[in-house]
């Protein structure tokens, strides 16, 4: 119940509070900032709600009071409409601070109203900008005068405006912003105008130069709302050069024209200056540099230099160089030189010519017209060793290349003489010559010698030809004076050359500082005939048939024996011993661990075969020749090695015509087939007094001994003989 009645009177409080709000007069619309132009009318709104007290208007904290056709009431107070009208206004009247007021409804409610303040402005057109440089005023349409690469400040001043105008800062039609504001203060002389300023920090390029830098004020009492002032970039930079018609090719004295311009660009404008390099006084003052013919002397190292306010231009430089065919100045040492033979010459010849010449020593050659041969490539030439080859006359040519033709001149000729023993002219012959059978050979050599040679001969062998002579068939003839001075050609003749006539030619030759000789190989071929080419046929046929029998002979010799057996039992064998004792003549077998030795004739070295090791003894079958009938036997010798005991046993015995054999043969022939171990010896008779007898193969069988003896002799009739002889051992080795 008592919250209820505390909500009443609150809800009672607030309905009076909001009653009384209602009722208290306030600020429905508060003057604001207005401008004016000069002698025009202005109107400061100011509306008041339930308004209820007096409208009044004070300017600068100042009452204003109402004047007619100056300060009037724009309507009716009645209604709340407190606004005014300020006729004509003026600036020194008018400009200022106006404030809006209304007193109390009365005395209770206390709500007098005061506006906010509201500036008044008369606006006063502000005075043409100005642009400044350095403390200087640049004025309009004149030059900025600034410095390549540097930052420009230039100032914009724009004074007595009110309010202060906008200003801004365009490069021709680019508008540039400056990092700094614009800055406004009073006039010290007018208080109520104002001073704009703007200052630009510029960066100043070459390219800058000529361009329009304006500053524009913005004000709404200027006619066109705006005004501005512009002034031109002058930027000083430094010389900047270029060579024009420098040449590209080769420039020919007195017949080529040069002109090189040194082109400057520059601001201010540079002054230019060509020099030469060796001359302390200038070439041109012009940028322009003419040569019309050029001649050798104005080649040279020549160098433009620009300079101006901003400073100097890095120097151009240009070589000149003018060229000119060569042109000889000396040759020699004397137009003629005596050099003894073998001993050294030297000339030398100077030239001058742009390029510098090359040089060529020529050596003109009688044997030939206009025939010339190379001696040098330098300005000297060198002779180390001199001969008769190098006598003659000798000229120096020099030759150089203008405009990619070659310019050459020679100069006049030199001569060398030489003088010492005579020489043959070796290196303009052939040493060796081939003729026909039948034909005439001419050999023919050039000997040079100075004095003339006093004896000139030919010799081969034994024999001996001077020079106007003949022996049969050869002639040698009188010397002949050859087309070189001081040289002669003697030729030997032989007439109807045969396969005699194949030697070596000797031409000597002598005066009193002494001699020289040469020889020359005469080669005579004989004809061709077919008794050679069949001669050649036969015998190579003869070597394939040789090569055909002996492959054959090879492949059937490999053939003929049989090859060693693997079925070689070592404990079948060791069951098996020959008797030591046995001394019968009568043999059946040999053990399979015997040493076979093939003897051959006397002094000759024995074949020994040893297929294993003997234990108890050893056995030899051996071949010893019978001194009495010039036949041979074999015997098979037995030794023990315990008491050295030797039995011998003849077996087989031939002679060079057939092959017998000693012994019960039959009986051999009777065990053959209860024989098992087989050793095959091959008897090869290369003649009928040698023979030899060798191993090619043993098999050894479990319980017996065989020898096979195959005896091979050289009859004609009877290629191959064989005989098989089958020995059986008592102890059945």
Request: charged content about 25%; aromatic content about 6%.
């Amino acid at each position: 119940m008592i919250q209820k009645i505390i909500l009443l009177c609150i809800l009672i409080i607030l309905l009076s509070t909001i009653k009384v709000t209602k009722c208290m007069q306030r600020f429905e619309q508060q003057p604001s900032y207005t401008e004016v132009n000069p002698g025009q009318d202005a109107l400061l709104v100011c509306k008041i709600q339930n308004k209820r007290g007096t409208c009044s208007w004070q300017k600068d904290n100042k009452p204003v009071g109402m004047h007619l056709h100056k300060y009037e009431w724009a309507g009716s107070q009645e209604t709340g409409e407190c606004s005014i009208w300020i006729k004509s206004a003026k600036l020194e009247f008018d400009d200022g601070i106006w404030e809006c007021q209304v007193t109390a409804s009365n005395f209770h409610t206390q709500d007098a109203l005061t506006s906010f303040p509201a500036k008044l402005v008369v606006r006063v057109p502000p005075q043409m900008p100005k642009i400044e440089f350095n403390t200087s005023q640049i004025l309009p349409g004149q030059n900025l005068t600034v410095m390549q690469g540097e930052i420009a400040t230039v100032k914009c001043i724009s004074n007595y405006g009110n309010p202060p105008p906008v200003l801004k800062w365009l490069l021709d039609l680019d508008e540039i912003r400056s990092p700094r504001k614009q800055t406004n203060s009073t006039e010290l002389d007018n208080p109520k105008t104002w001073m704009a300023t703007s200052l630009l920090e510029l960066a100043i390029t070459k390219d800058s130069h000529g361009r329009l830098l304006k500053c524009v004020a913005y004000h709404e009492s200027y006619p066109s709302k705006s005004a501005s002032t512009e002034v031109r970039l002058n930027v000083m930079f430094v010389p900047e050069t270029r060579l024009i018609g420098v040449p590209a090719t080769d420039i020919e004295e007195f017949i080529d024209t040069v002109a090189i311009r040194c082109q400057v660009n520059a601001n201010p404008r540079a002054n230019v200056v060509w020099k030469k390099e060796g001359l302390s006084q200038p070439v041109s003052l012009q940028e322009l540099l003419k040569f019309s013919p050029v001649t050798r002397q104005n080649s040279g190292l020549y160098t433009c230099h620009a300079r101006n306010a901003a400073g100097e231009a890095p120097p151009l430089r240009f070589n000149l160089s003018i060229k000119y065919p060569p042109k000889i100045l000396s040759v020699g040492p004397d137009r003629l030189t005596t050099s003894p033979l073998y001993t050294s010459a030297t000339f030398e010849c100077i030239a001058e010519g742009n390029p510098l010449p090359t040089y060529q020593w020529l050596q003109r050659l009688p044997t030939r017209p206009n025939y010339v041969r190379e001696q040098g490539r330098e300005a000297k030439l060198h002779i180390s060793n001199v001969t008769y080859d190098h006598q003659g006359e000798y000229v120096c040519k020099a030759v150089n290349i203008i405009g990619g033709m070659e310019r050459e001149v020679q100069s006049e000729s030199v001569v060398l003489q030489v003088v010492g023993a005579p020489q043959i002219l070796k290196f303009l012959l052939l040493n060796e010559i081939e003729i026909e059978r039948g034909d005439t050979a001419n050999i023919s050599l050039i000997i040079c010698s100075d004095p003339r040679p006093k004896f000139v001969a030919w010799e081969w062998g034994s024999l001996q030809l001077e020079a106007g002579s003949q022996i049969g068939k050869y002639k040698a003839d009188e010397l002949i004076q050859d087309l070189r001075e001081d040289c002669y050609i003697s030729v030997l003749h032989i007439q109807d050359a045969d396969a005699t006539d194949s030697r070596a030619y000797h031409l000597m030759a002598e005066n009193d500082r002494g001699k020289d000789r040469h020889t020359v190989k005469l080669f005579v071929n004989e004809p061709f005939r077919i008794n050679t080419v069949l001669i050649f046929a036969c015998g190579i046929t003869t070597a394939l048939l040789l090569l055909i029998c002996v492959c054959l002979y090879t492949l059937r010799t490999e053939n003929c024996c049989p090859t060693k057996k693997n079925n070689y039992k070592e404990n079948n064998l060791n069951g098996q011993r020959l008797d030591v004792e046995n001394k019968s003549l009568r043999l059946e077998a040999i053990p399979s661990d015997a040493i076979y030795t093939a003897k051959r004739e006397p002094n000759h070295d024995n074949l020994t075969v040893n297929p294993d090791t003997l234990k108890s003894s050893s056995t030899i079958f051996k071949h010893e020749d019978n001194p009495d009938n010039g036949n041979g036997e074999y015997v098979l010798e037995r030794r023990s090695r315990l008491n050295g005991k030797l039995d011998s046993f003849p077996v087989i015995s031939f002679d060079p015509q057939s092959v017998s054999y000693a012994g019960d043969l039959k009986s051999q022939q009777q065990n053959q087939k209860e024989t098992n171990d087989v050793l095959d010896i091959k008897k090869e008779f290369k003649d009928s007094k040698r023979h030899s007898v060798y191993c090619k193969t043993m098999t050894v069988r479990p319980s017996r001994s065989q020898i096979r003896v195959n005896g091979i002799h050289n009859n004609k009739q009877d290629d191959t003989q064989s005989r098989t002889s089958t020995l059986r051992s008592n102890s059945g080795v």
